[in-house]
């Protein structure tokens, strides 16, 4: 009896997995942004936005070719944007959540995973999540940016005990500065860099449909920002102390002038009134 109840037990979870699949909505509106080499990415799961990606990323991959005498190796550099038509996939929770790009037919593929958790404070526990871990294959056979590699494979380049873009839980991360990654490859342990610009990622609590939450900036742009504005600031209080000395100066000579003068000499005092 128990084997009768196999199949349909089967079937109803089959059927749950594709009503999931179908609830989840992965769409690349790369197409959207003005910079080419920016990339938009959004996941979705029961018609609301769960996760947010906008980025312009590049992978700078060294590898190995032969010399001219085909003795001697020589390392040259691989520089691989991520595609505007890359294919994606996402996956959303609670405290974790994922992020999946490939292009070129999967040559290349690159899988972004966060992190929330919490973590004491003088306020007490505060929740923030993180870019935990960062994992990218490459295919160095692939020809459109691997020129005559040796020993041509996929490889994989990972980062180890990842804690970058942290963010207050409830917020966007937001960086339009360059920022270096690095990830070491099985390729002969050959240092991998990824290179982020103009960032803006929510991978929790998104409040409002395509979406994002009020932005966390960079310590970069924090800077960035101060050293715009310090300026302007301090030719506002330049101006305002001007102001303040010519009001005064006016206002005491106003008053000095206005001042009756009282002779010293009693003697001048009969020619009064």
Known sequence: MAGGHLPGLFLILLHAAARLAAE???????????????????????RTTCLMAEFAA??????????SNYVDLITEQADIPVSRGAEMKG????????????????AYTLKLFFLKEGHNTSRGQEAFWRLSRIQFT?????????????SPGK?????????ALVTPAGKSYECQA?????LTSNDHQKAVQLLLSEVRVQPFDISADFVFSEEHKCPVD???????????????ILGLVIVITLCVYHIHHKLTANQVLIPRDRSQYKHMG
Do not use: M
């Not at 590049?58 to 010399?67: G, L, Q, R, S, T």
């Not at 800077?223 to 030719?235: H, K, N, V």
């Open 155 to 163: 490889h994989t380049a990972s980062t180890h005990q990842l804690s």
């Open 138 to 150: 490459y295919d160095t056979g692939e020809r459109t940016y691997f020129k005559d590699a040796i």
């Open 178 to 182: 360059q920022q270096t990654i690095s």
């Open 58 to 67: 590049k992978f700078i991959v060294p590898y190995e070719v032969w010399a």
């Open 24 to 46: 989840q909505e992965v769409e690349n509106l790369s197409g959207l942004s003005l910079n080419p080499e920016k990339n938009i990415f959004v996941v979705r799961e029961n």
């Open 91 to 106: 996956k959303c929770g609670t405290n974790e959540s994922e992020l999946e790009i490939s292009w070129l037919e999967q």
């Open 222 to 236: 924090q800077r960035e920002q101060l050293e715009e504005t310090l300026p302007l600031i301090l030719g506002l």
